[in-house]
Structures are given as structure tokens and as C-alpha cells.
């Protein structure tokens, strides 16, 4: 028995030291972030400016590389069949990942056995805006306005995007009938929403807030149950109607069975990116707020977010193949 558990000790010992060395090794090589979208938007945005923050820190070039499409799920796929060594990241808004396995029922992969949290980045409520044709400023002009006429036009950046899902909440909870229109992405609906093709749009705060300031297009409110400190003057949707909250929660995960060395280490590394004066100029830019957890509260709220966005999707009806 003695024999038996000097070796168990041994062995014990031994892998202790090896994830510590594991981590003061990596990385050894440029580190990449697959972004779930389109360059230019705001998730885009923010994971570049971690990429420039983390090659510093890291001591080597981390990479951005752009693979948007069919909901997130062309990068979410490709990330849960790299290698898992964390070289190879997602990056893209949690949100959005939690809803597509309730969009999507023959997803690839699993969204949440096939990855590991590794660390958020930021969060930010949405806002929804209105054509000022509509003739309503606030959500409790704007319920009444859809009680007495049916089937108004929201917009979105597309099926089972956040966008889409928010509206969908809102819609729910406020007990009316609102119309979706779905576009394929975000920049397309705004510009059909400043024409007049359609009445409301939910949307992240940069792409509206220069348009409701030169009063192109009306705020309704923000996505959340209160008021944003960075945007005191614009209402929360909460505040007329309960249990609308959701955000833009920019975020990063690795595939499964990533070593925990190296999860610890990506953690800190974009905690202290975070804190960096550029990103937190960029993020007050964009409505946005610095966000930092552990690994393990990360995954604990993304696995709650999947169990909530699913009631909403399964009220909605939509599916996609």
C-alpha cells in the first residue's frame, strides 16, 4: 500500500508541475481569435482591440480572423473541432450562442459540452429605436400604439440573432403583436428603418445612438431593466415592462478540454486587457462596460442563459435546419 501511494503522490506531484510549467509556457506561438461576425461591428471592434492589448502581455501576436455566417454557428463550428490547446478562440457574443442551439436543433455541435468559458469581455444592453413617422417616444406609447394596431414592423440583424430574440422578449412581456422582419445584419435594417420601410428596429447602441441624437430616429429604450449610466437620458424598456433585460455580451470561448492552465492564463490575460485605457475608451464608445469573471461563473451564466433564451425561442416557434 505504502509503495502504491508514494507512486499516487509521485504521479499527483507530477502533474501539478507539468500544468505549472504548461502555463508559464503558453504561448509558444500567435494565438488566434475567430470572430463569429463580419468586420466592423462592434464585437469585431472589441476583439481587436484585445488583440492588440494581448500580444503585448503575451509576447506573441495574437491574430484576428473573421468567420461570420449562418448565425454564429460557421465559427462556433470550427472552433469545437481545433485543436484544444488554446491557440485557436472564439470570440463573439455569448448571447447569441446561447440561442442558436434552440434555432438550430441539428447544430454540430454542442454549445455547451463542446466548449470551455474562458473570459468575458464586455456587456451592453441594446436599444430600440423607432422611425420618427411612428409617432410614439416611449414603450408605453409604443404598446399602446401596437394594441390598437396590430403587426408593426421591427427589425433585426437576423433570424435567432440577440437582435431578433430581444424584440421577441420584449414582445412577449409587453403583450402585443409586433411583426419581425428579419435582414442579414444589422447595417441593412437600420438603413431600411431611416427610409421609413419599417417602423422599429432592436439594435446595438453605435449603430442608432448618432441617428437618435440628430433625431433621424426616436429611442424607446435600452434592452434592461435600468438605465445605463453611459446613456442616463435614454429610458430601460424595464422600466414599463419587466423581464426584457438582454445584452451584446462580448466573450470568449476555447474548445473542450483545453488544459486549465491555460484557461487560467487566457482568463487573467484578457482581464487585464480589459482594464487597459484604450479598451475602455473603446468600450464607453460603443454603450459598452467592461465585464470580469471566472471561467467558472462565466459557464455558469451561459449555461442559464441557454435554459432562458429557449423558453423565448420555443414561444416563438422559429427553428432552422
Given at each position: 500500500?505504502?509503495?502504491?501511494?508514494?507512486?499516487?503522490?509521485?504521479?499527483?506531484?507530477?502533474?501539478?508541475?507539468?500544468?505549472?510549467?504548461?502555463?508559464?509556457?503558453?504561448?509558444?506561438?500567435?494565438?488566434?481569435?475567430?470572430?463569429?461576425?463580419?468586420?466592423?461591428?462592434?464585437?469585431?471592434?472589441?476583439?481587436?482591440?484585445?488583440?492588440?492589448?494581448?500580444?503585448?502581455?503575451?509576447?506573441?501576436?495574437?491574430?484576428?480572423?473573421?468567420?461570420?455566417?449562418?448565425?454564429?454557428?460557421?465559427?462556433?463550428?470550427?472552433?469545437?473541432?481545433?485543436?484544444?490547446?488554446?491557440?485557436?478562440?472564439?470570440?463573439?457574443?455569448?448571447?447569441?450562442?446561447?440561442?442558436?442551439?434552440?434555432?438550430?436543433?441539428?447544430?454540430?455541435?454542442?454549445?455547451?459540452?463542446?466548449?470551455?468559458?474562458v473570459a468575458p469581455v464586455s456587456v451592453s444592453?441594446?436599444?430600440?429605436?423607432?422611425?420618427?413617422?411612428?409617432?410614439?417616444?416611449?414603450?408605453?406609447?409604443?404598446?399602446?400604439?401596437?394594441?390598437?394596431?396590430?403587426?408593426?414592423?421591427?427589425?433585426?440583424?437576423?433570424?435567432?440573432?440577440?437582435?431578433?430574440?430581444?424584440?421577441?422578449?420584449?414582445?412577449?412581456?409587453?403583450?402585443?403583436?409586433?411583426?419581425?422582419?428579419?435582414?442579414?445584419?444589422?447595417?441593412?435594417?437600420?438603413?431600411?428603418?431611416?427610409?421609413?420601410?419599417?417602423?422599429?428596429?432592436?439594435?446595438?447602441?453605435?449603430?442608432?445612438?448618432?441617428?437618435?441624437?440628430?433625431?433621424?430616429?426616436?429611442?424607446?429604450?435600452?434592452?434592461?431593466?435600468?438605465?445605463?449610466?453611459?446613456?442616463?437620458?435614454?429610458?430601460?424598456?424595464?422600466?414599463?415592462?419587466?423581464?426584457?433585460?438582454?445584452?451584446?455580451?462580448?466573450?470568449?470561448?476555447?474548445?473542450?478540454?483545453?488544459?486549465?492552465?491555460?484557461?487560467?492564463?487566457?482568463?487573467?490575460?484578457?482581464?487585464?486587457?480589459?482594464?487597459?485605457?484604450?479598451?475602455?475608451?473603446?468600450?464607453?464608445?460603443?454603450?459598452?462596460?467592461?465585464?470580469?469573471?471566472?471561467?467558472?461563473?462565466?459557464?455558469?451564466?451561459?449555461?442559464?442563459?441557454?435554459?432562458?433564451?429557449?423558453?423565448?425561442?420555443?414561444?416563438?416557434?422559429?427553428?432552422?435546419?
Amino acid at each position: 500500500m505504502k509503495g502504491l501511494y508514494g507512486k499516487l503522490v509521485v504521479l499527483l506531484l507530477g502533474n501539478l508541475m507539468a500544468a505549472g510549467a504548461l502555463a508559464q509556457a503558453f504561448p509558444v506561438k500567435p494565438v488566434r481569435l475567430v470572430v463569429a461576425f463580419a468586420p466592423g461591428g462592434a464585437t469585431d471592434t472589441f476583439s481587436r482591440v484585445m488583440a492588440a492589448e494581448m500580444s503585448k502581455s503575451l509576447g506573441q501576436q495574437v491574430l484576428v480572423e473573421n468567420r461570420p455566417g449562418a448565425g454564429t454557428t460557421i465559427a462556433a463550428e470550427f472552433i469545437a473541432k481545433s485543436p484544444p490547446d488554446g491557440y485557436t478562440l472564439l470570440f463573439t457574443d455569448l448571447s447569441t450562442h446561447a440561442i442558436t442551439p434552440s434555432i438550430y436543433p441539428k447544430l454540430p455541435y454542442h454549445p455547451l459540452r463542446d466548449f470551455v468559458a474562458v473570459a468575458p469581455v464586455s456587456v451592453s444592453p441594446m436599444i430600440m429605436v423607432a422611425h420618427p413617422s411612428v409617432g410614439v417616444k416611449s414603450a408605453r406609447e409604443l404598446i399602446a400604439l401596437a394594441k390598437k394596431h396590430p403587426g408593426i414592423t421591427c427589425g433585426n440583424a437576423g433570424i435567432g440573432t440577440v437582435t431578433h430574440m430581444a424584440a421577441e422578449k420584449f414582445r412577449m412581456r409587453a403583450g402585443i403583436d409586433i411583426t419581425p422582419v428579419n435582414y442579414k445584419g444589422g447595417a441593412t435594417s437600420t438603413i431600411s428603418l431611416l427610409t421609413g420601410e419599417i417602423a422599429l428596429i432592436v439594435t446595438t447602441i453605435p449603430a442608432a445612438l448618432e441617428y437618435v441624437r440628430t433625431k433621424r430616429l426616436v429611442a424607446i429604450g435600452l434592452t434592461a431593466e435600468k438605465r445605463s449610466a453611459l446613456l442616463p437620458d435614454i429610458p430601460a424598456l424595464g422600466e414599463t415592462v419587466k423581464g426584457v433585460e438582454a445584452a451584446v455580451i462580448a466573450g470568449v470561448l476555447a474548445p473542450a478540454a483545453t488544459p486549465r492552465a491555460v484557461i487560467d492564463r487566457l482568463n487573467a490575460e484578457f482581464a487585464r486587457a480589459v482594464d487597459s485605457p484604450k479598451a475602455r475608451e473603446i468600450f464607453t464608445v460603443n454603450g459598452a462596460e467592461a465585464m470580469k469573471t471566472t471561467p467558472e461563473a462565466l459557464q455558469r451564466s451561459l449555461e442559464q442563459d441557454v435554459k432562458t433564451w429557449a423558453e423565448v425561442v420555443k414561444a416563438t416557434g422559429v427553428k432552422l435546419q
